[in-house]
Nanobody
Framework: QVQLVESGGGLVQPGGSLRLTCAAS????????MGWYCRAPENRRELVAT???????TYADSVKGRFTISRDNAKNTIYLQMNSLKPEDTAVYYC???????????????WGQGTQVTVSS
């Protein structure tokens, strides 16, 4: 059974910072990729930041230089440090772990419950 638990969202003023955390409980699974996505009202879910299979971080152009993804492999936890927040960053943020058991062909996505980030004065 896989469980992803997110925390850290909230209301912040423009220019402020937040740190999101996603802890994965995934006994018996291997991690292929992990990252963060967001969904603004009436928009599709979009990539924010992710670690590739090789561990290289990738960012959406809109957050480069402001957001930083990091991880603690021992804890199966990823973080998203969000600095210089803008009103257009307002969205529900979801963590994603792409996991498999014994074969890469069996990979599938698992999602956190989502955490609201609101940037407003």
């Amino acid at each position: 059974q896989v469980q992803l638990v997110e925390s850290g969202g909230g209301l912040v003023q423009p220019g402020g910072s937040l740190r999101l955390t996603c802890a994965a409980s995934a006994t018996g699974f291997n991690i292929y990729t992990m990252g963060w996505y967001c969904r603004a009202p009436e928009n599709r879910r979009e990539l924010v930041a992710t670690f590739s299979r090789g561990g290289v971080p990738t960012y959406a152009d809109s957050v480069k230089g402001r957001f930083t993804i990091s991880r603690d492999n021992a804890k199966n936890t990823i973080y998203l440090q969000m600095n210089s927040l803008k009103p257009e960053d307002t969205a529900v943020y979801y963590c994603n772990f792409n996991l498999y058991r014994s074969s890469l062909y069996d990979r599938r996505d698992y999602w956190g419950q989502g955490t609201q980030v609101t940037v407003s004065s």
